[in-house]
């Protein structure tokens, strides 16, 4: 008898969808149309748009820990960081304080690249673990030109790529299932007489597929070309994803409909005791010294940490000796208590705390 069963490969699944495109062309409200969306936003992009979110992350740790809270407690059916760039920027400072790096370069044969894309890869990885308990994911990010050479000598060509690292770039297309370029199509218009082109169109347009001046691929049999509407992926989404935002709606109608008695039944009262309100995590209402950096304050704010307790932190940890004032703490040694909050929990909790 074999011990490995054959099993089928076709799978209903949520996605991993990477949208990236030229500033102002609708990235953001394009990702909104995704099915109870809920975003990440690290640029302070969705103020236009009438959607959910966390608080916007200021700090690469805060960032990691939201990801974790979503995985662990599941809200919504598809998770939207709002732009992967930025998101990259927060894991820079991350390495640059924790590091004290003054920038992350080719420094020591490219190390502080590779540490850099170990981040980016513990973020995807968790991506992936959100992905597995039943939601989509997708990351927005910017476009950029750069130079491409043609083998042989035949000269180079402009291609669009994510404004991210080199290694970076290639993790996130790699992790993706989908990804869609936004652009816009225009057309050139060349007068024989006076031997002059015009660009004329400006159509938004997404593409589905890789060309050499793009990089993009799909899994879902989208055409090449179409137009940035959500509703022109719908079908095929929901198909491969077993999930729509139109049954969703319709669910709570059902629902609603379902609890009106019918006309010919005489109403029925019953008599149910009033449930017992749970009860709520008391209040952080401290309030933070502005002289304290906001991503390290957004981080004490959210694990319940005064500014008692960081001063400790500062002065059990050697740090800074026992009394100096909190307006004398280097902005350095701020960033390096949020780039390792991880000890410092460990420090309140173990020697602070205790």
Do not use: C
């Not at 083998?151 to 869609?180: F, S, V």
Request: aromatic share 8%.
């Amino acid at each position: 008898m074999s011990k490995y069963e054959v099993q089928e490969t076709l799978k209903i699944e949520p996605m991993k969808v990477l949208i990236y495109g030229v500033e102002g062309i609708g990235k953001t409200t394009f990702a909104s149309k995704f099915p109870d969306p809920i975003f990440i936003d690290t640029e302070g992009s969705t103020g236009f748009i009438n959607a959910r979110k966390l608080p916007n992350p200021t700090s690469w740790t805060m960032l990691l820990d939201e990801l974790e809270d979503i995985k662990s407690e599941p809200r919504g059916k598809t998770l939207i960081i709002d732009t992967l760039d930025w998101a990259e920027r927060l894991a820079k400072k991350y390495l640059m304080d924790k590091n004290k790096w003054a920038a992350i370069d080719s420094t020591n044969y490219g190390s502080r690249y590779v540490a850099l894309s170990d981040e980016i890869g513990k973020l995807l990885n968790k991506l992936t673990e959100i992905k597995d308990v039943g939601i989509n994911v997708v990351l927005t990010a910017h476009a950029e030109t750069k130079k491409h050479e043609l083998p042989d000598e035949m000269g180079q060509y402009d291609k669009y790529t994510l404004k991210l690292e080199k290694r970076d770039a290639g993790l996130a297309k790699e992790w993706a299932d989908m990804i869609l370029f936004f652009n816009y199509k225009t057309t050139i218009i060349s007068d024989s007489k006076s031997n002059s082109k015009k660009a004329t169109g400006g159509q938004r347009v997404m593409y589905t597929t890789h060309k050499p001046a793009w990089d993009a691929k799909n899994r879902l049999g989208l055409p090449d070309e179409l137009p940035i509407d959500f509703e022109a992926i719908r079908e095929l989404f929901e198909a491969k994803t077993g999930m729509s935002t139109t049954q969703i709606k319709s669910e709570s109608k059902t629902q609603t409909q379902q609890q009106v008695p019918l006309p010919d039944e005489p109403p029925v009262i019953e008599t149910e005791p009033e449930p017992v309100e749970a009860q709520a995590a008391p209040a952080f209402n401290e309030e933070i010294p502005s002289s304290i950096p906001q991503s390290l304050a957004d981080l004490m704010t959210v694990n319940h940490v005064t500014t008692d307790e960081i001063m400790q932190v500062i002065y059990v940890g050697g740090f800074m000796p026992q009394g100096t004032p909190l307006e004398n703490v280097p902005a350095e040694l701020w960033g390096h208590l949020a780039s390792n909050w991880d000890k410092v929990l460990n420090m309140l909790e173990t020697q602070i705390r205790k």
